[in-house]
């Protein structure tokens, strides 16, 4: 019996018990079923997730699916042509510290206080159209009596974790790392905290010598986990990066650390944690020399001047594991090519998107599908050193999902997974590369002619790796493309092609004033700084949701 001579009603009854997924692939397997579909609400609200790689938020909150599905398709139609629904500006004295953590916007910098200094930290929550509509952004202001070096917040926990250096006052007392658990919307001490202050003794003692310094390089928040980044660095540039995992409920002693030259980390849900580094070499050759390297400092990254010969690598390291001793354990490396042995520079790109296992925010009608979610590598390489069919600059893609722990230690070679990976070159002059769900943002200085040498303009670029916008954006314009958008935001959408898939790269055509961006998975942040003020724009993508009456 053919499964079309079944009576409509039935027909649909199937469909309704499918899930988003499933009921997908029966809409691209079939045009009958994806007219049937068309012509349902509730339906067509749940392929539209899968299409765009969302998963549906929790019930209730007096929206309809009519509601969601209009909110959804403004959504998919406003990031690729950048026709965003608001615009939000603030401008405001240069910061000594300023980004986006969650959805939340800060900045914060030293105050005059009592003939003394104290920080005032300012922090904004973020539009979402995807949830109830605001008026303007939420806005705070705590004054906080110690430097802040860096801030996470998770929202879905009302939690934020302020980072501070201590300096002891005196020699013989070892130089700290202080994470402070914070409640989000007051400052006070957390709640769910033991311990409201999470304490790390470096190896360094007193007050540093001219020339070296120590620095928090990340702080990022997961579940119950929290976990920090310190770099101590010498004169010469030389140093150490420990990591550090603590449960911030507990508190107490870090459940974890490690030890590295220079890492980056993303600590991608409460069991696993992935490590990028560059393996040091033997330090003696056969003949006994040994291996000199030099540093430099970028605010996101170290650039080396020297490397030995090995190639970056992944580390996939499982916390969950019960040791008798603190050390991270390495389950599993994940090597990159052989050729890529010269980096100057390389890093974990953020990802803002909501990661595996992790409660959403309340209120959320749809948000992207954490299984989905990919990782980006950056490797700059060095000029006299690029190898064959790589640009200077260059992002590594993958699915988190394809990072896999073992029970023993192993090595992956580049040729065994490389299949997995998506390889893009990007222009000499890009930076910021971070990623929002299945969508890498970036920008590229560019150079104009009618201003002086010192000056320079800023072109934004976004990457949809979502492999069904193409046939989207197709079917919007009807024209073959480049496609060109008029918004307050010009924009031109062009389509390039990876392994027989093609996806979608949508750029901005007039330049702009900017030194550097932010992207979540609702909108871009431009920053702006000169001289004696900051200024930031705050575009946010989607259709605003009402409910139905």
């Not at 699916?65 to 615009?87: F, I, N, V």
């Not at 000594?96 to 969650?102: D, E, H, L, Q």
């Not at 970056?312 to 050729?339: G, K, M, N």
């Amino acid at each position: 019996m053919s499964f079309f001579t079944l009576s409509g009603d039935i027909i649909l009854m199937i469909l309704e018990e499918l899930d988003p997924l499933s009921l997908f692939h029966f809409c691209l397997a079939s045009r009958v079923i994806h007219s049937i579909v068309g012509h349902s609400t509730a339906l067509r609200y749940r392929y539209e997730l899968s299409l765009c790689g969302m998963r549906d938020g929790p019930p209730g909150g007096g929206y309809a699916a009519r509601d969601r599905l209009l909110s959804l398709l403004g959504y998919k139609r406003g990031w690729p042509t950048l026709s965003q629904t608001a615009e939000d500006r603030l401008r405001i004295a240069p910061p000594t510290i300023m980004g986006v953590s969650g959805t939340f916007l800060f900045h914060a910098s030293q105050s005059p206080f009592n003939n003394g200094f104290e920080w005032v930290l300012h922090v904004y929550e973020l539009r979402s159209f995807r949830m109830a509509p605001k008026p303007r952004l939420p806005y705070y202001q705590h004054n906080v009596p110690f430097d802040i070096r860096k801030v996470a917040i998770d929202a879905s926990q009302g939690l934020m974790v302020l980072a501070q250096v201590y300096f002891p006052p005196h020699q013989n007392s070892a130089i700290m790392a202080v994470l402070h658990i914070r409640n989000l919307y007051v400052c006070q001490e957390h709640q769910q905290a033991t311990h409201p202050r999470l304490c790390f003794y470096t190896d360094w003692w007193g007050a540093l010598p001219p020339g070296q310094r120590i620095s928090i390089e990340q702080v990022q928040i997961c579940g119950s986990l929290v976990a920090v980044s310190i770099r101590l660095e010498l004169e010469t540039g030389e140093g150490t990066t420990e990591l550090i995992v603590f449960n911030w409920r507990r508190g107490g002693a870090p459940l974890r650390t490690f030890t590295s030259d220079i890492l980056f980390f993303d600590l991608i849900s409460e069991s696993r944690l992935i490590i990028l580094s560059q393996p040091d070499e033997d330090e003696d050759d056969d003949n006994g020399d040994s291996v000199v390297t030099t540093w430099e400092r970028k605010s996101d990254g170290l650039y080396t001047s020297e490397r030995g010969k090995r190639p970056p690598r992944i580390s996939v390291c499982d916390i969950s594991r019960v040791l008798d001793h603190q050390l991270l354990p390495e389950t599993r490396s994940y090597e990159f090519a052989e050729a890529w042995n010269a980096v100057s520079f390389m890093q974990i790109c953020p990802n803002h998107s909501l990661k595996d296992n992790v409660s959403q925010s309340p209120g959320i009608l749809f948000y992207n599908d954490p299984s989905l979610r990919l990782t980006a590598v950056t490797l700059d390489f060095q000029p006299h050193a690029i190898p064959s069919g790589c640009s200077r600059k260059m992002v590594i893609l993958f699915d988190q999902s394809k990072l896999q722990s073992s029970e023993v230690e192993d090595t992956v070679r580049w040729e065994d997974w490389q299949k997995y990976c998506m390889v893009l070159n990007l222009p000499d002059r890009a930076d910021a590369v971070q990623l929002a769900g299945r969508r890498l943002a970036f920008f590229e200085n560019v150079k104009d002619s009618s201003t002086s040498p010192l000056e320079s303009s800023s072109r934004v670029h976004f990457l949809d790796l979502n492999q069904y916008m193409a046939h989207f954006l197709w079917s919007l314009s009807r024209t073959n493309p480049p496609w060109r958008w008029r918004d307050t935001v010009a924009a031109v959408s062009t389509i390039f092609d990876h392994r027989g898939s093609q996806y979608v790269r949508t750029s901005t055509v007039d330049t702009l004033n900017m030194t550097w961006i932010d992207a979540t998975e609702d909108s871009v942040v431009l920053y702006d700084e000169r001289e004696g003020q900051c200024l930031i724009r705050i575009l946010t993508f989607g259709k605003e949701v009402r409910a139905s009456t």
